[in-house]
T-cell receptor, first 110, second 116 residues
Framework: EDKVVQSPLSLVVHEGDTVTLNCSYEVTNFRSLLWYKQEKKAPTFLFML????IEKKSGRLSSILDKKELFSILNITATQTGDSAVYLC??????????FGKGTRLHILP | EAGVTQFPSHSVIEKGQTVTLRCDPISGHDNLYWYRRVMGKEIKFLLH????????ESGMPNNRFLAERTGGTYSTLKVQPAELEDSGVYFC??????????????FGNGTRLTVT
């Protein structure tokens, strides 16, 4: 059965710390890996990764994919309280199906 | 542009009753998806519309769930009769083309359904 596993499930750090969120997957027809940030309501799109080893960056956030080892990491440097959210990892398959992980709940202490 | 809107934001019903959730996708988005998150578990796919046609409804849990998208615009998801295990947050998402590979999914804020 296709699955996406995120770790840790929950993380509490202080402002200014750097965090790394993990996502591993087992799917039969992988097309891309997606990261979303969910604050109070709708998940918002962060990154789409399709190729191994190419880092995507957006401000303090960056992400990379390893298609050989079947995982991705999301890094957030110099964290701020506004980074507190649930970070969702999802894998998109070639039949347009998207499989989500349970998410990592990140809480940044001031 | 206006985002994906869902109505209601929260619904509390009794077991055995009927509830209808509505989703208005972003204008011009042919692809509309329904997802559900049950407490403590991951977001799971329910079904995918391309315009008014059901492209994939493999995630629908059982025949108590009925989704429609008349005219290829807004969509409704009806649960009849509701059971306790139907409680969760129902998300709708839309995209311009199929899958995030071509265009990212835009999510609505979700409808929190509580069945008591």
């Amino acid at each position: 059965e296709d699955k996406v596993v995120q770790s840790p499930l929950s993380l509490v750090v202080h402002e200014g710390d750097t965090v790394t969120l993990n996502c591993s997957y087992e799917v039969t027809n992988f097309r891309s890996l997606l990261w979303y940030k969910q604050e109070k309501k709708a998940p918002t799109f962060l990154f789409m990764l399709t190729s191994s080893g190419i880092e995507k960056k957006s401000g303090r956030l960056s992400s990379i994919l390893d298609k050989k080892e079947l995982f991705s990491i999301l890094n957030i440097t110099a964290t701020q309280t506004g980074d507190s959210a649930v970070y969702l990892c999802a894998v998109e398959c070639w039949d347009d199906k998207i499989i989500f992980g349970k998410g990592t709940r990140l809480h940044i202490l001031p | 542009e206006a985002g994906v809107t869902q109505f209601p934001s929260h619904s509390v019903i009794e077991k055995g009753q009927t509830v209808t959730l509505r989703c208005d996708p972003i204008s011009g988005h042919d692809n509309l998806y329904w997802y559900r998150r049950v407490m403590g578990k991951e977001i799971k796919f329910l079904l995918h519309f391309v315009k008014e046609s059901k492209q994939d409804e493999s995630g629908m849990p059982n025949n108590r769930f009925l989704a429609e998208r008349t005219g290829g615009t807004y969509s409704t998801l009806k649960v009849q009769p509701a059971e306790l295990e139907d409680s969760g947050v129902y998300f709708c998402a839309s995209s311009l083309r199929g899958g995030s590979y071509n265009s990212p999914l835009h999510f609505g804020n979700g409808t929190r359904l509580t069945v008591t």
